[in-house]
T-cell receptor, first 112, second 112 residues
Framework: LAKTTQPISMDSYEGQEVNITCSHN???????ITWYQQFPSQGPRFIIQ???TKVTNEVASLFIPADRKSSTLSLPRVSLSDTAVYYC?????????????FGSGTQLTVLP | DAGVTQSPTHLIKTRGQQVTLRCSPKSGHDTVSWYQQALGQGPQFIFQ???????QRGNFPDRFSGHQFPNYSSELNVNALLLGDSALYLC???????????FGPGTRLTVT
């Protein structure tokens, strides 16, 4: 699976939009980009998944350029409760035994 | 609908002992994966169980073993505990389609 690189940490203020960029230069044709959120002492929670262009759900948006070598998770109007670690993963969409390979993630701290 | 549940929440063991952790998957899910998360790191894949068999394994020694029962619940066993086995152990359940792993809250294992 392609290796991902993302910033170790980011700070933001309440009400701002936060963009976390992840690079995955060796992404394969059948790979998807998936983001998880994790609060302290809890399991990761699925946020969003995409293959190309833009995906939006009630929580976030995911922007993927045409070359798919990077992706940006966008969190609109963050609040203090969005303080968490965010993981960018490259995942297989087909085939059995689709293990998840996590990196170290990005620690997002939302300040009042 | 109960999500993924894990027991116990916390556990303290002595080096050399053996431990068993338990996981009940989300209702309707038939696949269980186990992950180890050391402090400050992302989760690392241990193995995955499907139809009561180990389907894929990560880079963990044979001291780590597991089992899946007919009701899809699962156990993770670790023998000859080492100090380095201290971590948060996460269980995740899933189905084939749509593929998304749901994580439990984890079991915090401390080896002294």
């Amino acid at each position: 699976l392609a290796k991902t690189t993302q910033p170790i940490s980011m700070d933001s203020y309440e009400g701002q939009e936060v963009n976390i960029t992840c690079s995955h230069n060796n992404i394969a044709t059948n790979d998807y980009i998936t983001w998880y959120q994790q609060f302290p002492s809890q399991g990761p929670r699925f946020i969003i998944q995409g293959y190309k262009t833009k995906v939006t759900n009630e929580v976030a948006s995911l922007f993927i350029p045409a070359d798919r070598k990077s992706s940006t998770l966008s969190l609109p109007r963050v609040s203090l409760s969005d303080t968490a670690v965010y993981y960018c993963l490259v995942t297989k969409a087909s085939g059995s035994a689709r293990q998840l390979t996590f990196g170290s993630g990005t620690q997002l701290t939302v300040l009042p | 609908d109960a999500g993924v549940t894990q027991s116990p929440t916390h556990l303290i063991k002595t080096r050399g002992q053996q431990v068993t952790l338990r996981c009940s998957p989300k209702s309707g899910h038939d696949t269980v994966s186990w992950y180890q998360q050391a402090l400050g790191q992302g989760p690392q894949f241990i193995f995955q169980y499907y139809e009561e068999e180990e389907r894929q394994r990560g880079n963990f020694p044979d001291r780590f073993s597991g089992h899946q029962f007919p009701n899809y619940s699962s156990e993770l066993n670790v023998n000859a505990l080492l100090l380095g086995d201290s971590a948060l152990y996460l269980c995740a359940s899933s189905i084939e389609t749509p593929y998304e792993q749901y994580f439990g809250p984890g079991t915090r294992l401390t080896v002294t």
